[in-house]
């Protein structure tokens, strides 16, 4: 197994990418994919630091196939998703400031991938977890399939 730090900026925030190619090779599109995931998660930082939950959402697959599991719960689809952040995070102190770190990409092939790392509300009380995150790309390019979200607090 062939492990490759990067190191990327994104979404205003200095991102170390470790690249786990097991039997991929880290060039090509597995290099594309270390810069262009880290790429859509600062984007996704960025807007929800700016309190936009909707343009946060547009990582994620626009479907009822998408799954989000955390706390013990699994919710399906698109909407209910997006319904559940809105009903986390009503406002602008709940939402506080977030950053994503120690991010680990292993390629599951050519249009998939295994995202982990660690994130981070900076906020009255901060709160962090970690995360796994599985990419797939199509049509609409790289979108979050299925996101399982835990936190440090319980």
Not at 21 to 31: I, L, Q, R, T
Not at 39 to 46: C, E, T
Not at 51 to 57: P, R
Not at 118 to 147: A, N, Q, Y
Request: hydrophobic share 40%.
């Amino acid at each position: 197994m062939e492990m490759k730090r990067l190191h990327l900026l994104g979404g205003g925030v200095g991102i170390v990418v470790t690249m786990v190619a097991n039997g991929c090779a880290v060039s090509g599109a597995g290099g594309r994919m270390a810069v262009e995931i880290p790429h859509i998660l600062g984007r996704q930082a960025d807007a929800w630091n700016a309190g936009d939950i909707e343009t946060f959402m547009q990582a994620y697959d626009a479907s009822g196939e998408l799954t989000f599991s955390s706390g013990g719960r699994v919710t399906r689809g698109w909407e209910s998703t997006l319904d559940g952040y809105r009903k986390r995070y009503p406002d602008r102190a709940a939402m506080g400031s977030l950053t994503f770190s120690d991010l680990e990409i292993t390629p599951l092939g050519p249009t998939a991938a295994l995202v982990l790392g660690r994130w981070h509300l900076r906020r009255d009380e901060p709160v962090g977890g970690t995360f796994s995150l599985v990419f797939r790309k199509g049509d609409h390019g790289w979108r979050i399939i299925h996101d399982h979200t835990s936190s440090d607090t319980g």
